[in-house]
């Protein structure tokens, strides 16, 4: 079939294993594969996460009466805007963290897919948009949890600071 490359599981016997065996077979572009998709997806999820938490919080403070007390500017104002960013996160790093899986698994001399556009394009003619959004739910609650717990620690030390 045409995704015969796809998910292909490798018997490596530890991570020296692995990283010899790929570098043997492979060469050492080998042990890059993937990696201009990752290097977008972490990109693509820095961007979202730093540029969105603190304007959901101004937002929050802003447009809900509550956190508009003083009573609602700690934790739960830094929670509720982490959780916000995360959302946002999670919808923006989805189709790189499919693309990046997919790219992963490919078995070396089968590829299915010779680049980033190749990628896209190949899961959007078959699986439409909704492709590049499966996995959603379990990469939230993933994401979302790091997020939380990365700002909420932001904002002790930004107390630190004032």
């Not at 530890?14 to 993937?34: C, Q, Y």
């Not at 509550?66 to 934790?75: A, I, M």
């Not at 089968?110 to 492709?131: A, V």
């Amino acid at each position: 079939s045409k995704f015969s490359g796809m998910g292909t599981q490798y018997h490596y016997k530890s991570f020296w294993d692995g990283l010899t065996s790929i570098a043997k077979t492979e060469g050492p572009l080998g042990l890059l594969r993937g990696a201009k998709v990752a290097a977008l997806r972490v990109s693509m999820g820095s961007a979202v996460q730093l540029s969105t938490y603190d304007t959901c919080k101004e937002y929050l403070h802003r447009e809900v009466p509550y956190f508009s007390t003083e009573k609602g500017q700690g934790l739960i104002l830094h929670f509720s805007a982490a959780m916000m960013s995360g959302l946002m996160v999670t919808t923006a790093m989805n189709p790189a963290d499919v693309m990046s899986t997919r790219m992963y698994n490919q078995a070396a001399g089968k590829e299915l897919y010779s680049s980033i556009p190749d990628c896209f394009m190949k899961i959007f003619r078959t699986e439409g948009f909704g492709g590049f959004y499966k996995g959603w739910l379990a990469h939230y609650l993933r994401v979302g949890p790091h997020t939380v717990l990365t700002f909420v620690f932001l904002e002790q030390i930004r107390k630190w600071f004032d």
